[in-house]
């Protein structure tokens, strides 16, 4: 016993002559990163139970810059995060020219597709990589993808895989599909059509929510009438605002579940996940936010984490070389999902799993290993390489 006691302080003194001894040898290197934010109106809500976030994407953000500096503190790193906002109809283009001729490389949008879709083609966007943390689209995945930019959320194709996966093992073949008329709406129910094509569903009949009027006092009477028609195992709905989905549930003329924007939702990060190490995640992110993260939250972390590792493993902030190891075989990053993450060569989106949950648990985690890939189940979910249209 006395010997152990005696050994802690050597020991300690070991630790701190070796953790000197690295920071000694290690090249000191600043990495600056900034996040570009544009603001958006405040779309109307069904109640006040949910506040409005002033502070989506930076809260993310200052995590993944405060972890990159724990490790950075042995290795002579330091990173630095400057946010920039700019309000509803101005010019992001140039607040992010500004940017780059500030010398920021790495960029963190988080912004509408058009509005990434022109900052990938600016003047000065070879300088830069992009990494998108709130656009969803498919499009930015194929026709319109551009070589500086790289996807840190989940694509529409990946939430809408990840929904159908889940159906076809609970053998939901049949599906009544819901949608808005909101440019979004259209999006996300494109890719469920796709999705069910995909995995051998059938849409049995599509109808297009065209109500403009308040039902939260008419929903027993509308929702029911509005769902009649053929025989149905599911109802997938598609309302990114959230105008009229969560009248759905219990409302259905059929008693059958509903999935997609509401009900039981695709996410890339939820306030219940706990697995792989994800508490501390959750408790470090509530204590500096005060609220829970959340996907667009979880995305910009991702973003500032792929920088810092990237960083760490290269000893190495230039651009190119940077972009040259994140699409390599060496590059993977943890990310609290039970799997490493890694980028997809043909469109350079993270591949990670899809967290599918209702308001207060997960209900699983997709893709399940049972769908099989020649690479990695990973890419079951979302456009793979023979169906992509993205050409660099």
């Known amino acids: 016993m006395i010997k152990k006691i005696t050994s802690l302080p050597l020991t300690l003194f070991c630790g701190l002559v070796i953790m000197y001894s690295a920071q000694l040898h290690a090249v000191p290197i600043s990495v ?34 405060k972890d990159n500096n724990t490790t950075g503190q042995f290795t002579g790193h330091r990173y630095n995060l400057k946010h920039v906002e700019v309000p509803v109809g101005g010019d992001v283009v140039a607040a992010f020219e500004t940017l780059v001729e500030g010398g920021f490389h790495y960029i963190i949008t988080h912004v509408q597709a058009a509005t990434l879709s022109k900052l990938s083609k600016s003047r000065n966007a070879n300088n830069v990589l992009l990494l998108n943390v709130s656009a969803t689209d498919d499009v930015l995945r194929n026709q319109r993808c551009s070589a500086n930019t790289f996807h840190m959320i989940p694509s529409d194709a990946m939430k809408a895989d990840a929904l159908a996966q889940f159906m076809l093992k609970k053998r939901w073949k ?5 949608k808005g008329n909101d440019s979004a709406d259209i999006n996300f129910a494109i890719a469920i059509k796709r999705s069910a094509k995909r995995f051998g569903a059938k849409i049995v009949a599509e109808k297009t929510w065209t109500f403009d ?7 027993q009477a509308e929702i029911p009438v509005f769902t009649q028609g053929p025989d149905y195992d599911v109802v997938v709905v598609t309302d990114v605002k959230g105008l009229f989905g969560e009248y759905l549930s219990m409302n259905t003329w059929l008693p059958r579940p509903v999935i997609g924007t509401q009900g039981l939702v695709p996410r890339a990060w939820h306030r219940t996940h706990e697995r792989w ?3 501390q995640m959750q408790n470090r992110f509530y204590q500096q936010a005060g609220r829970w993260m959340n996907d667009v939250d979880y995305a910009a972390w991702l973003a500032v984490r792929v920088v810092g ?23 993977s990053l943890a990310g ?3 799997v490493k993450l890694t980028f997809r060569g043909w469109n350079q989106q993270l ?7 209702t308001a207060r648990s997960i209900v699983s985690v997709m893709p399940h290993k049972e769908f099989l890939h020649p690479r990695t189940y990973l890419d079951t979910l979302g456009y793979d390489s023979p169906e992509s249209n993205c050409r660099f």
């Open 309 to 331: 590792e990237a960083v760490t493993r290269t000893k190495n902030e230039s651009l190119a070389a940077i972009k040259e190891f994140i699409l390599s075989e060496d590059f």
């Open 336 to 338: 609290f999902k039970g």
């Open 277 to 279: 190490g994800a508490v």
């Open 32 to 65: 600056k990163i900034a996040l570009l934010t544009e603001q958006m109106p405040i779309p109307a809500a069904l109640s006040n139970l949910d506040p409005v976030l002033t502070d989506e994407a930076i809260q993310g953000a200052t995590l993944g810059v």
């Open 213 to 219: 009027h308040d039902a939260r006092r008419t929903a």
């Open 174 to 178: 049949k599906w009544l599909l819901v």
């Open 351 to 357: 591949r990670q799993p899809v967290l599918l949950a």
